[in-house]
DNA sequence: CTGTTAGCGCATTCAA
DNA sequence: TTGAATGCGCTAACAG
């Protein structure tokens, strides 16, 4: 392997600038008190001579690291996908990068807490759809840095999300509207959580029955590991019932397609014998004909991200930021039939 | 905002433990020289105090900044977020730091290889699923670092991805045996490219038609920016033929799930009218019935990020690795309608 | 507006 | 096996 040759430093440029590492310093990084002439001298031989500071050496003087850590539970799950891309578009605007820091099972969560292997090494940390107990929060704190937070907040932090329960509310309520009285919900557990914080979907369901003057069903709510699998097996689970429901709640999407699926291997109609509806607005729930409660993911990334930044740059940022959801009608919900609507 | 409070230094453990600095550098690193009593102690002490050692400074002094950097075309779409998964769990078991580093459209991506924003803060690029032009190579080798390639590989790194010809040919030939002879096939196009190379999945779609004796009809392939939604389109334009094809080759899963969706519509039985193949075997595929061939993105993932470390650590590392891909059958597939066997 | 002076926290020589 | 000395490349006072 050849050795690396050694690198521009910024006394070369100064050198060559004719003058000395201070100025240098401040003229790249447009700091005021430098001569707009030396300024723009020094800029150009940086750019000749393709020079970049050493981030090491900046930080490690400096005592920024120009650097935010992400802590998220998946990568492949859309949700979390169109997140982060929410996130990297405006860190990546302000010149600030992306740490990828993710926690999936058990094991990788504690490891992360335990180890903290963000230390020293981030300015700050954005916590995307983790739940951090008490005893996390304690052991965050260890890092000594801003934290926010976005898509499921159960801690201190400044964040970013959709109002669970609203969004609930919304596709219960059209249900309720339709005519449907016989309603279940597909919830989704994180097997992980040992407590799994209220969920404000849910929430949302057994409210809104209850406001209707629905006595609730034990058996018509169900809860299930997060995915299209297991919606589909709690759709058949449904179906197995005496009295299955008119309509479907799922807590989100990939969940009601596992549902559709079942639906349709049953051989029964969308919405004639069954509707469904979910939470998302993912981008296959159009293809699927599924009607939904739209949540726009990226723009929540793009907020928490904003909110990391905010409290770097020490400006104020709000404690809490709601975005706005709203139905989406397509095929996948309609009036119960007429002989469903007055239950023996 | 109060002020950090100062962190421990090693300075300070060495003190602690009543040793210099150098005893403790080589004590925590585990490097070779040390007295197993006194590299204990440190260690205990460091421990102690929650002590880690500075990256930044760590880095200046040591030269190598223990990040990789992943340059990708997406985040949100469900190939890369797979990719990136597999990336991370090798990275983070190897203590590596993944920066991430997003280039979607040619303007984001004219910008990185301009700006080069990786440069100096990473000791190797793992760049996926973009084919790096040759201008673009030489910008890359001012990082002056190890690259590595993942899934799409069009440049002289080391990379890992499945045989896309293969791929083809498994998905094509199954539709041949099948006794389809009008085939048609959906490509997916990047937008950003001006000049694609040469696609092995396509490739693979005409050799096969040509092996079979079929003449190629350029009205049956047809190519479309990536998508469901223009899947659904390139599907009506295929349906709007004055003799439609029996059986259709998608590019990806996801362009298949748009062509279903337009057959749905269309009123025609899958796979009786038609059949339909495609390549990924996407979580939703087995949700839609959808035949495929299946490729482990997870593993690809691991691997490339391995390349990567190899690179690192100066290993041999293989100059490419093709992961294996098999065939998925499921519904949407079958033989065509008997009046279609012999054209007429 | 510009230069001088000190470190930032750690890894390495080289001696001992 | 250990320690003292030096420098990694840059920023931040403080003077001028």
Known sequence: MTEKPAAVTMADIARLAGVSMATTSRALKNAPGVAPATRERVHRIAEDLAYVVSPEASGLSGGSTGRIGVVIPSLSRWFFGEMLEGIESVLSTRGLDLLLYRIGDPRERADFFRRLPARRKVDAVLVVGVPVNDTEQERLALINVAIAA?????APY????????AAGRQAVDHLLFLGHRRIAM???IDPNETSWPVDGRALAYTEALGEAGITLDDDLFVRVPWGPVPGAEAMARLLSLREPPTAVFTHSDEIAFGALRTLRRAGLRVPEDISVIGVDDHPLAEQLDLSTVHQDVRQQGESAARLAVGLLTGGPVPGQTLLP??????????????????PT
């Not at 976005?150 to 159960?154: K, P, R, S, V």
């Not at 400044?158 to 329960?165: E, L, R, V």
């Not at 959801?325 to 007055?342: A, E, K, Q």
């Open 325 to 342: 959801t709203h139905l989406v009608l397509r095929g996948s919900t309609g009036p119960p039939r007429r002989s469903d609507r007055r």
């Open 158 to 165: 400044p964040y970013t999300s959709i109002d669970d329960y």
């Open 186 to 188: 597909i919830d989704a």
């Open 150 to 154: 976005a898509g499921g907040q159960y």
